[in-house]
């Protein structure tokens, strides 16, 4: 496989065995068996003197919960940002956060332009602000709930940033096809049996007529977008097929 650059993806986080989930799974684990992108962790306890290992500490202010201290988070993001820079090009990082920018598949596609990614995953109730206003170029989040902590939302930004790297997919399914690139809902989906319980599969995918085919899941992702998430498809120029067809089954629903 020819490779144009590595993109280098260094995490930053007290739980880095959370990550086999996308290093050794799946698309994310193919990329990088293919050497497309390399995942390496940094644990901040790596970076601490006490014999504890400390990592976090009683916030100023009072308040429930603990947070991160600065320095082992400075010297693990230091080193981080130190290997994934080695490839060359642009390095990143970015603190995974609910009061982060929304991550969307537009901003999934800025990510994936950038060359290599320092991932900072936090606990507790958070990090030193310090840490942020220091050593952070990007808050993002995967949602407006809170988790346990940024590890979940990092292997969400990895996995979503993957599918968009050349190749990634393999022949299977290219990422243009995915309809969140459209900005439209998927449309349904069916494999054998041809009939289960009674229940058929719709004719047209039967059919071979991969024309109809494409227009009938087209129409199909349409309506769905409509009817589930209005909002996107206020985001999304039509075309003069899509109009029509977005009118069509629209019609049809309302018998
Ligand atoms: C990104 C991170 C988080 C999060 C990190 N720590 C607690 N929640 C929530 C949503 N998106």
Redesign the pocket.
């Known amino acids: 496989m020819t490779q144009q650059t590595q993109k280098r993806i260094a995490v930053v986080s007290i739980f880095p065995e959370m990550f086999s989930a996308i290093s050794d799974f799946g698309i994310t684990g193919r990329a990088v068996k293919e050497g497309r992108i390399a995942i390496r962790c940094w644990n901040p306890r790596e970076f601490t003197e006490d014999r504890h290992r400390t990592v976090d500490d009683r916030p100023y202010g009072g308040g429930p919960g603990m947070v991160m201290l600065v320095d082992p988070l400075r010297q693990a993001l230091e080193t981080a940002c130190e290997w994934a820079g080695e490839a060359g090009g642009e390095t990143r990082v970015i603190y ?3 009061q ?1 920018r929304k ?1 969307e598949q537009a901003g999934v596609e800025e990510l994936a332009g950038v060359d290599n990614l320092v991932l900072l ?3 507790y109730e ?1 990090i030193d602000e310090r840490v942020i206003s220091n050593w952070v170029d990007e808050e ?11 590890e ?2 990092a292997m969400v930004l990895v996995d979503a940033v993957t599918r968009l790297i050349p190749g990634a997919l393999g022949h299977a399914q290219s990422a243009q096809e995915d309809s969140f690139a459209e900005g439209l809902l998927d449309c349904p989906h069916y494999t054998r049996p041809e009939v289960y319980e009674g229940m058929r599969v719709p004719e047209v995918l039967l059919s071979g007529n991969h024309e109809l085919i494409r227009r009938w899941r087209l129409k199909q992702s349409l309506g769905r977008t409509a009817e589930r998430r209005p909002d996107l498809l206020e985001k999304v120029e039509l075309d003069a097929e899509q109009s029509r067809l977005l009118a069509e089954i629209l019609a049809e629903k309302k018998q």
């Open positions: 995974l956060s609910p982060g991550l995953a936090g606990r958070g993002w989040s995967i949602g407006d709930y809170v988790l346990s902590g940024g979940l939302a």
